[in-house]
C-alpha cells in the first residue's frame, strides 16, 4: 500500500492561538510538537474572558470543542455605546448596534479563556499527532532548503518542514529572525475583573466612553439570572493602578460611578489583573521556513474585540494554504507557500493594527474638539441605519 508521509510542524507557543493552530494542524494529520516555557496548570488563572466573533465559533465546531464550550459562553447580542463625557440635555449621547440590522443572530460568544484552554489541550492530548514539551523553549532554529532544526533550552534537537512562533508579543523566533516591528505605547493599562449586578445585561455589551479608555461591561453566562459580567477598563496608567489599590468597597463605590448605575448595584467579584495596553506590527510575516502568528505578528488594544479574532484569521488563512499545499504534494514549509500566507495577511492586519490605534486614541481623548465630534457622531449613528450597519460588518470583518 503507497501509505502517505505527512510532514511535521513545530509550534512555539501555547496560548489560545498556539492551542488553536495546532488543533486545525493535527486535524489534518500534520505531526505537531509544541513547545510552552510556561507551568501550563497556571492557565485556569487568566481571569479574562473573549468576545469571539463567528468565524472563531465556526473553528471550534471545526475542531469538535464547540459543545463543551458552548455551555459556559454568553451569546453576544447587543453591543451598546455611552459617551459619558455627553452633556445633552437628553442624556449622554448613546447608540445600540443590534445583529438583525445585519440579519445575524448574534455577534457572536463571550468564552471564558479558561475553559477554552482547558477544552483545546484536552482535546490535543487524545490526538496522536500532537506531542507536547512543557517547561521546554526553543533556543534556536536553523533553516534549511528542506527542513528546519529546532534546539530546545533541554539540548533536544529535531526537525520539521515549518516552525511557527505563537510565543506572544515578545517573541524571540521573531527577534532571532531580526524581524523588526512598529510599536506604540500609551501610558494605559487595562485592568479585568468580574462582577455581580442587580440589573440583568439582557445579552448586551455596553461600553461606556469617557477620558483616558472605555470601560466595558461584557455579559457572562450565569443561568437565567443575567447578573454576571466581565468588565475590561482601560485607563490611564496612574489611574487603574489607584483603583487597582483601593479595598473592595472604595473600589465598589467607584464602579458605581464608572457604569453609570446602568446595570444597578454592581460589586466586585474575585480578583482584579491588570496589562500594559500598547500596539505592535512586525514588518513581514514570513521568514525561511517560519511564520508569525498571532501577537507575535500583530498587537492591538483590547477594544472592539479584534486581538484574538484576527489571529484566528491568521490561523484560518494558514490551514487553508497548508490544506491545499499537502493536497498538491507541496511542501508546507516551501517560501512560495508561505509568501500566500504573508501576501493574504500583512495588508490586512495592519489596517486593523491602525484601525484599533485610531478607535483607542479616540476613545482616550481629553481634546474637547474631538469629545464633541465623537459625542455628535455618536448621535449621527441613531438616525442613520446604513452606517450601523457599515459599522457592523466593518466590526465583523466583513
Ligand atoms: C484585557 C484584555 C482583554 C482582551 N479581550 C479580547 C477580546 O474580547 N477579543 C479578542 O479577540 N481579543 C482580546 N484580547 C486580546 C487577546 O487576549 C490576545 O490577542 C491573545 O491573548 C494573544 O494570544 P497569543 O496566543 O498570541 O499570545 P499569548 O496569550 O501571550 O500566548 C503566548 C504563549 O507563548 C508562550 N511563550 C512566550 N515566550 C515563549 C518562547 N520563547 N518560547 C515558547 N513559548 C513562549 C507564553 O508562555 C504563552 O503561553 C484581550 C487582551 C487583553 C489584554
Not at 41 to 50: I, L, V
Not at 172 to 182: D, F, L, P, Q, S
Not at 220 to 230: A, I, V
Amino acid at each position: 500500500m503507497n501509505e502517505k508521509k505527512y510532514p511535521s510542524v513545530i509550534i512555539s507557543g501555547l496560548g489560545i492561538s498556539g492551542l488553536i493552530t495546532a488543533s486545525l494542524l493535527c486535524k489534518e494529520k500534520i505531526k505537531v510538537e509544541c513547545f510552552e516555557p510556561v507551568d501550563i496548570s497556571k492557565f485556569h488563572e487568566d481571569q479574562r474572558t473573549t468576545a469571539f466573533l463567528n468565524p472563531a465559533i465556526e473553528v471550534f465546531k471545526e475542531i469538535g470543542v464547540w459543545e463543551q464550550i458552548e455551555p459556559f459562553s454568553q451569546p453576544l447580542k447587543e453591543m451598546e455605546i455611552i459617551d459619558a463625557g455627553s452633556k445633552k440635555k437628553i442624556g449622554p449621547a448613546r447608540v445600540i448596534f443590534k445583529p438583525k440590522e445585519v440579519n445575524i443572530d448574534n455577534f457572536g460568544y463571550n468564552v471564558p479563556n479558561n475553559i477554552l484552554r482547558l477544552e483545546l489541550l484536552g482535546w490535543l492530548k487524545k490526538n496522536q499527532n500532537f506531542v507536547l514539551n512543557i517547561g521546554e523553549s526553543i533556543a534556536n532554529h536553523y533553516a534549511f532548503d528542506d527542513n528546519i532544526l529546532v534546539r530546545t533550552s533541554k539540548g533536544k534537537e529535531l526537525n520539521g518542514k515549518l516552525l511557527i512562533s505563537c510565543e506572544g508579543k515578545n517573541s524571540a523566533i521573531r527577534k532571532r529572525e531580526k524581524i523588526n516591528t512598529i510599536k506604540t505605547s500609551y501610558n494605559q493599562l487595562a485592568m479585568v475583573f468580574q462582577v455581580s449586578h442587580s440589573k440583568k445585561h439582557n445579552d448586551r455589551t455596553t461600553e461606556i466612553l469617557d477620558v483616558g479608555g472605555p470601560f466595558t461591561i461584557i455579559p457572562l453566562r450565569n443561568s437565567s439570572k443575567q447578573s454576571k459580567s466581565t468588565v475590561v477598563w482601560m485607563d490611564n496608567s496612574d489611574v487603574i493602578n489607584e483603583a487597582y489599590n483601593l479595598e473592595n468597597a472604595e473600589f465598589n463605590t467607584l464602579l458605581s460611578k464608572k457604569s453609570l448605575g446602568i446595570r444597578g448595584n454592581i460589586k466586585l467579584v474575585g480578583k482584579r489583573q491588570k496589562w500594559w495596553v500598547s500596539s505592535q506590527l512586525s514588518k513581514t510575516l514570513i521568514s525561511k521556513r517560519t511564520v508569525l502568528i498571532a501577537e507575535s505578528a500583530h498587537v492591538m488594544p483590547p477594544t472592539g474585540a479584534q486581538g484574538l479574532n484576527t489571529s484566528v484569521e491568521d490561523i484560518i488563512t494558514l490551514h487553508n494554504i497548508c490544506k491545499k499545499a499537502l493536497k498538491n504534494n507541496e511542501d508546507i514549509g516551501a517560501d512560495r507557500v508561505l509568501k500566500q500566507y504573508n501576501r493574504k495577511r500583512l495588508p490586512l492586519t495592519g489596517s486593523k493594527v491602525f484601525g484599533i490605534h485610531l478607535l483607542n486614541k479616540i476613545s482616550m481623548t481629553e481634546n474637547s474638539f474631538l469629545k464633541i465630534a465623537r459625542e455628535n457622531f455618536l448621535m449621527y449613528l441613531n438616525r442613520s441605519p446604513l452606517l450601523r450597519r457599515t459599522l457592523i460588518k466593518a466590526g465583523l470583518g466583513r
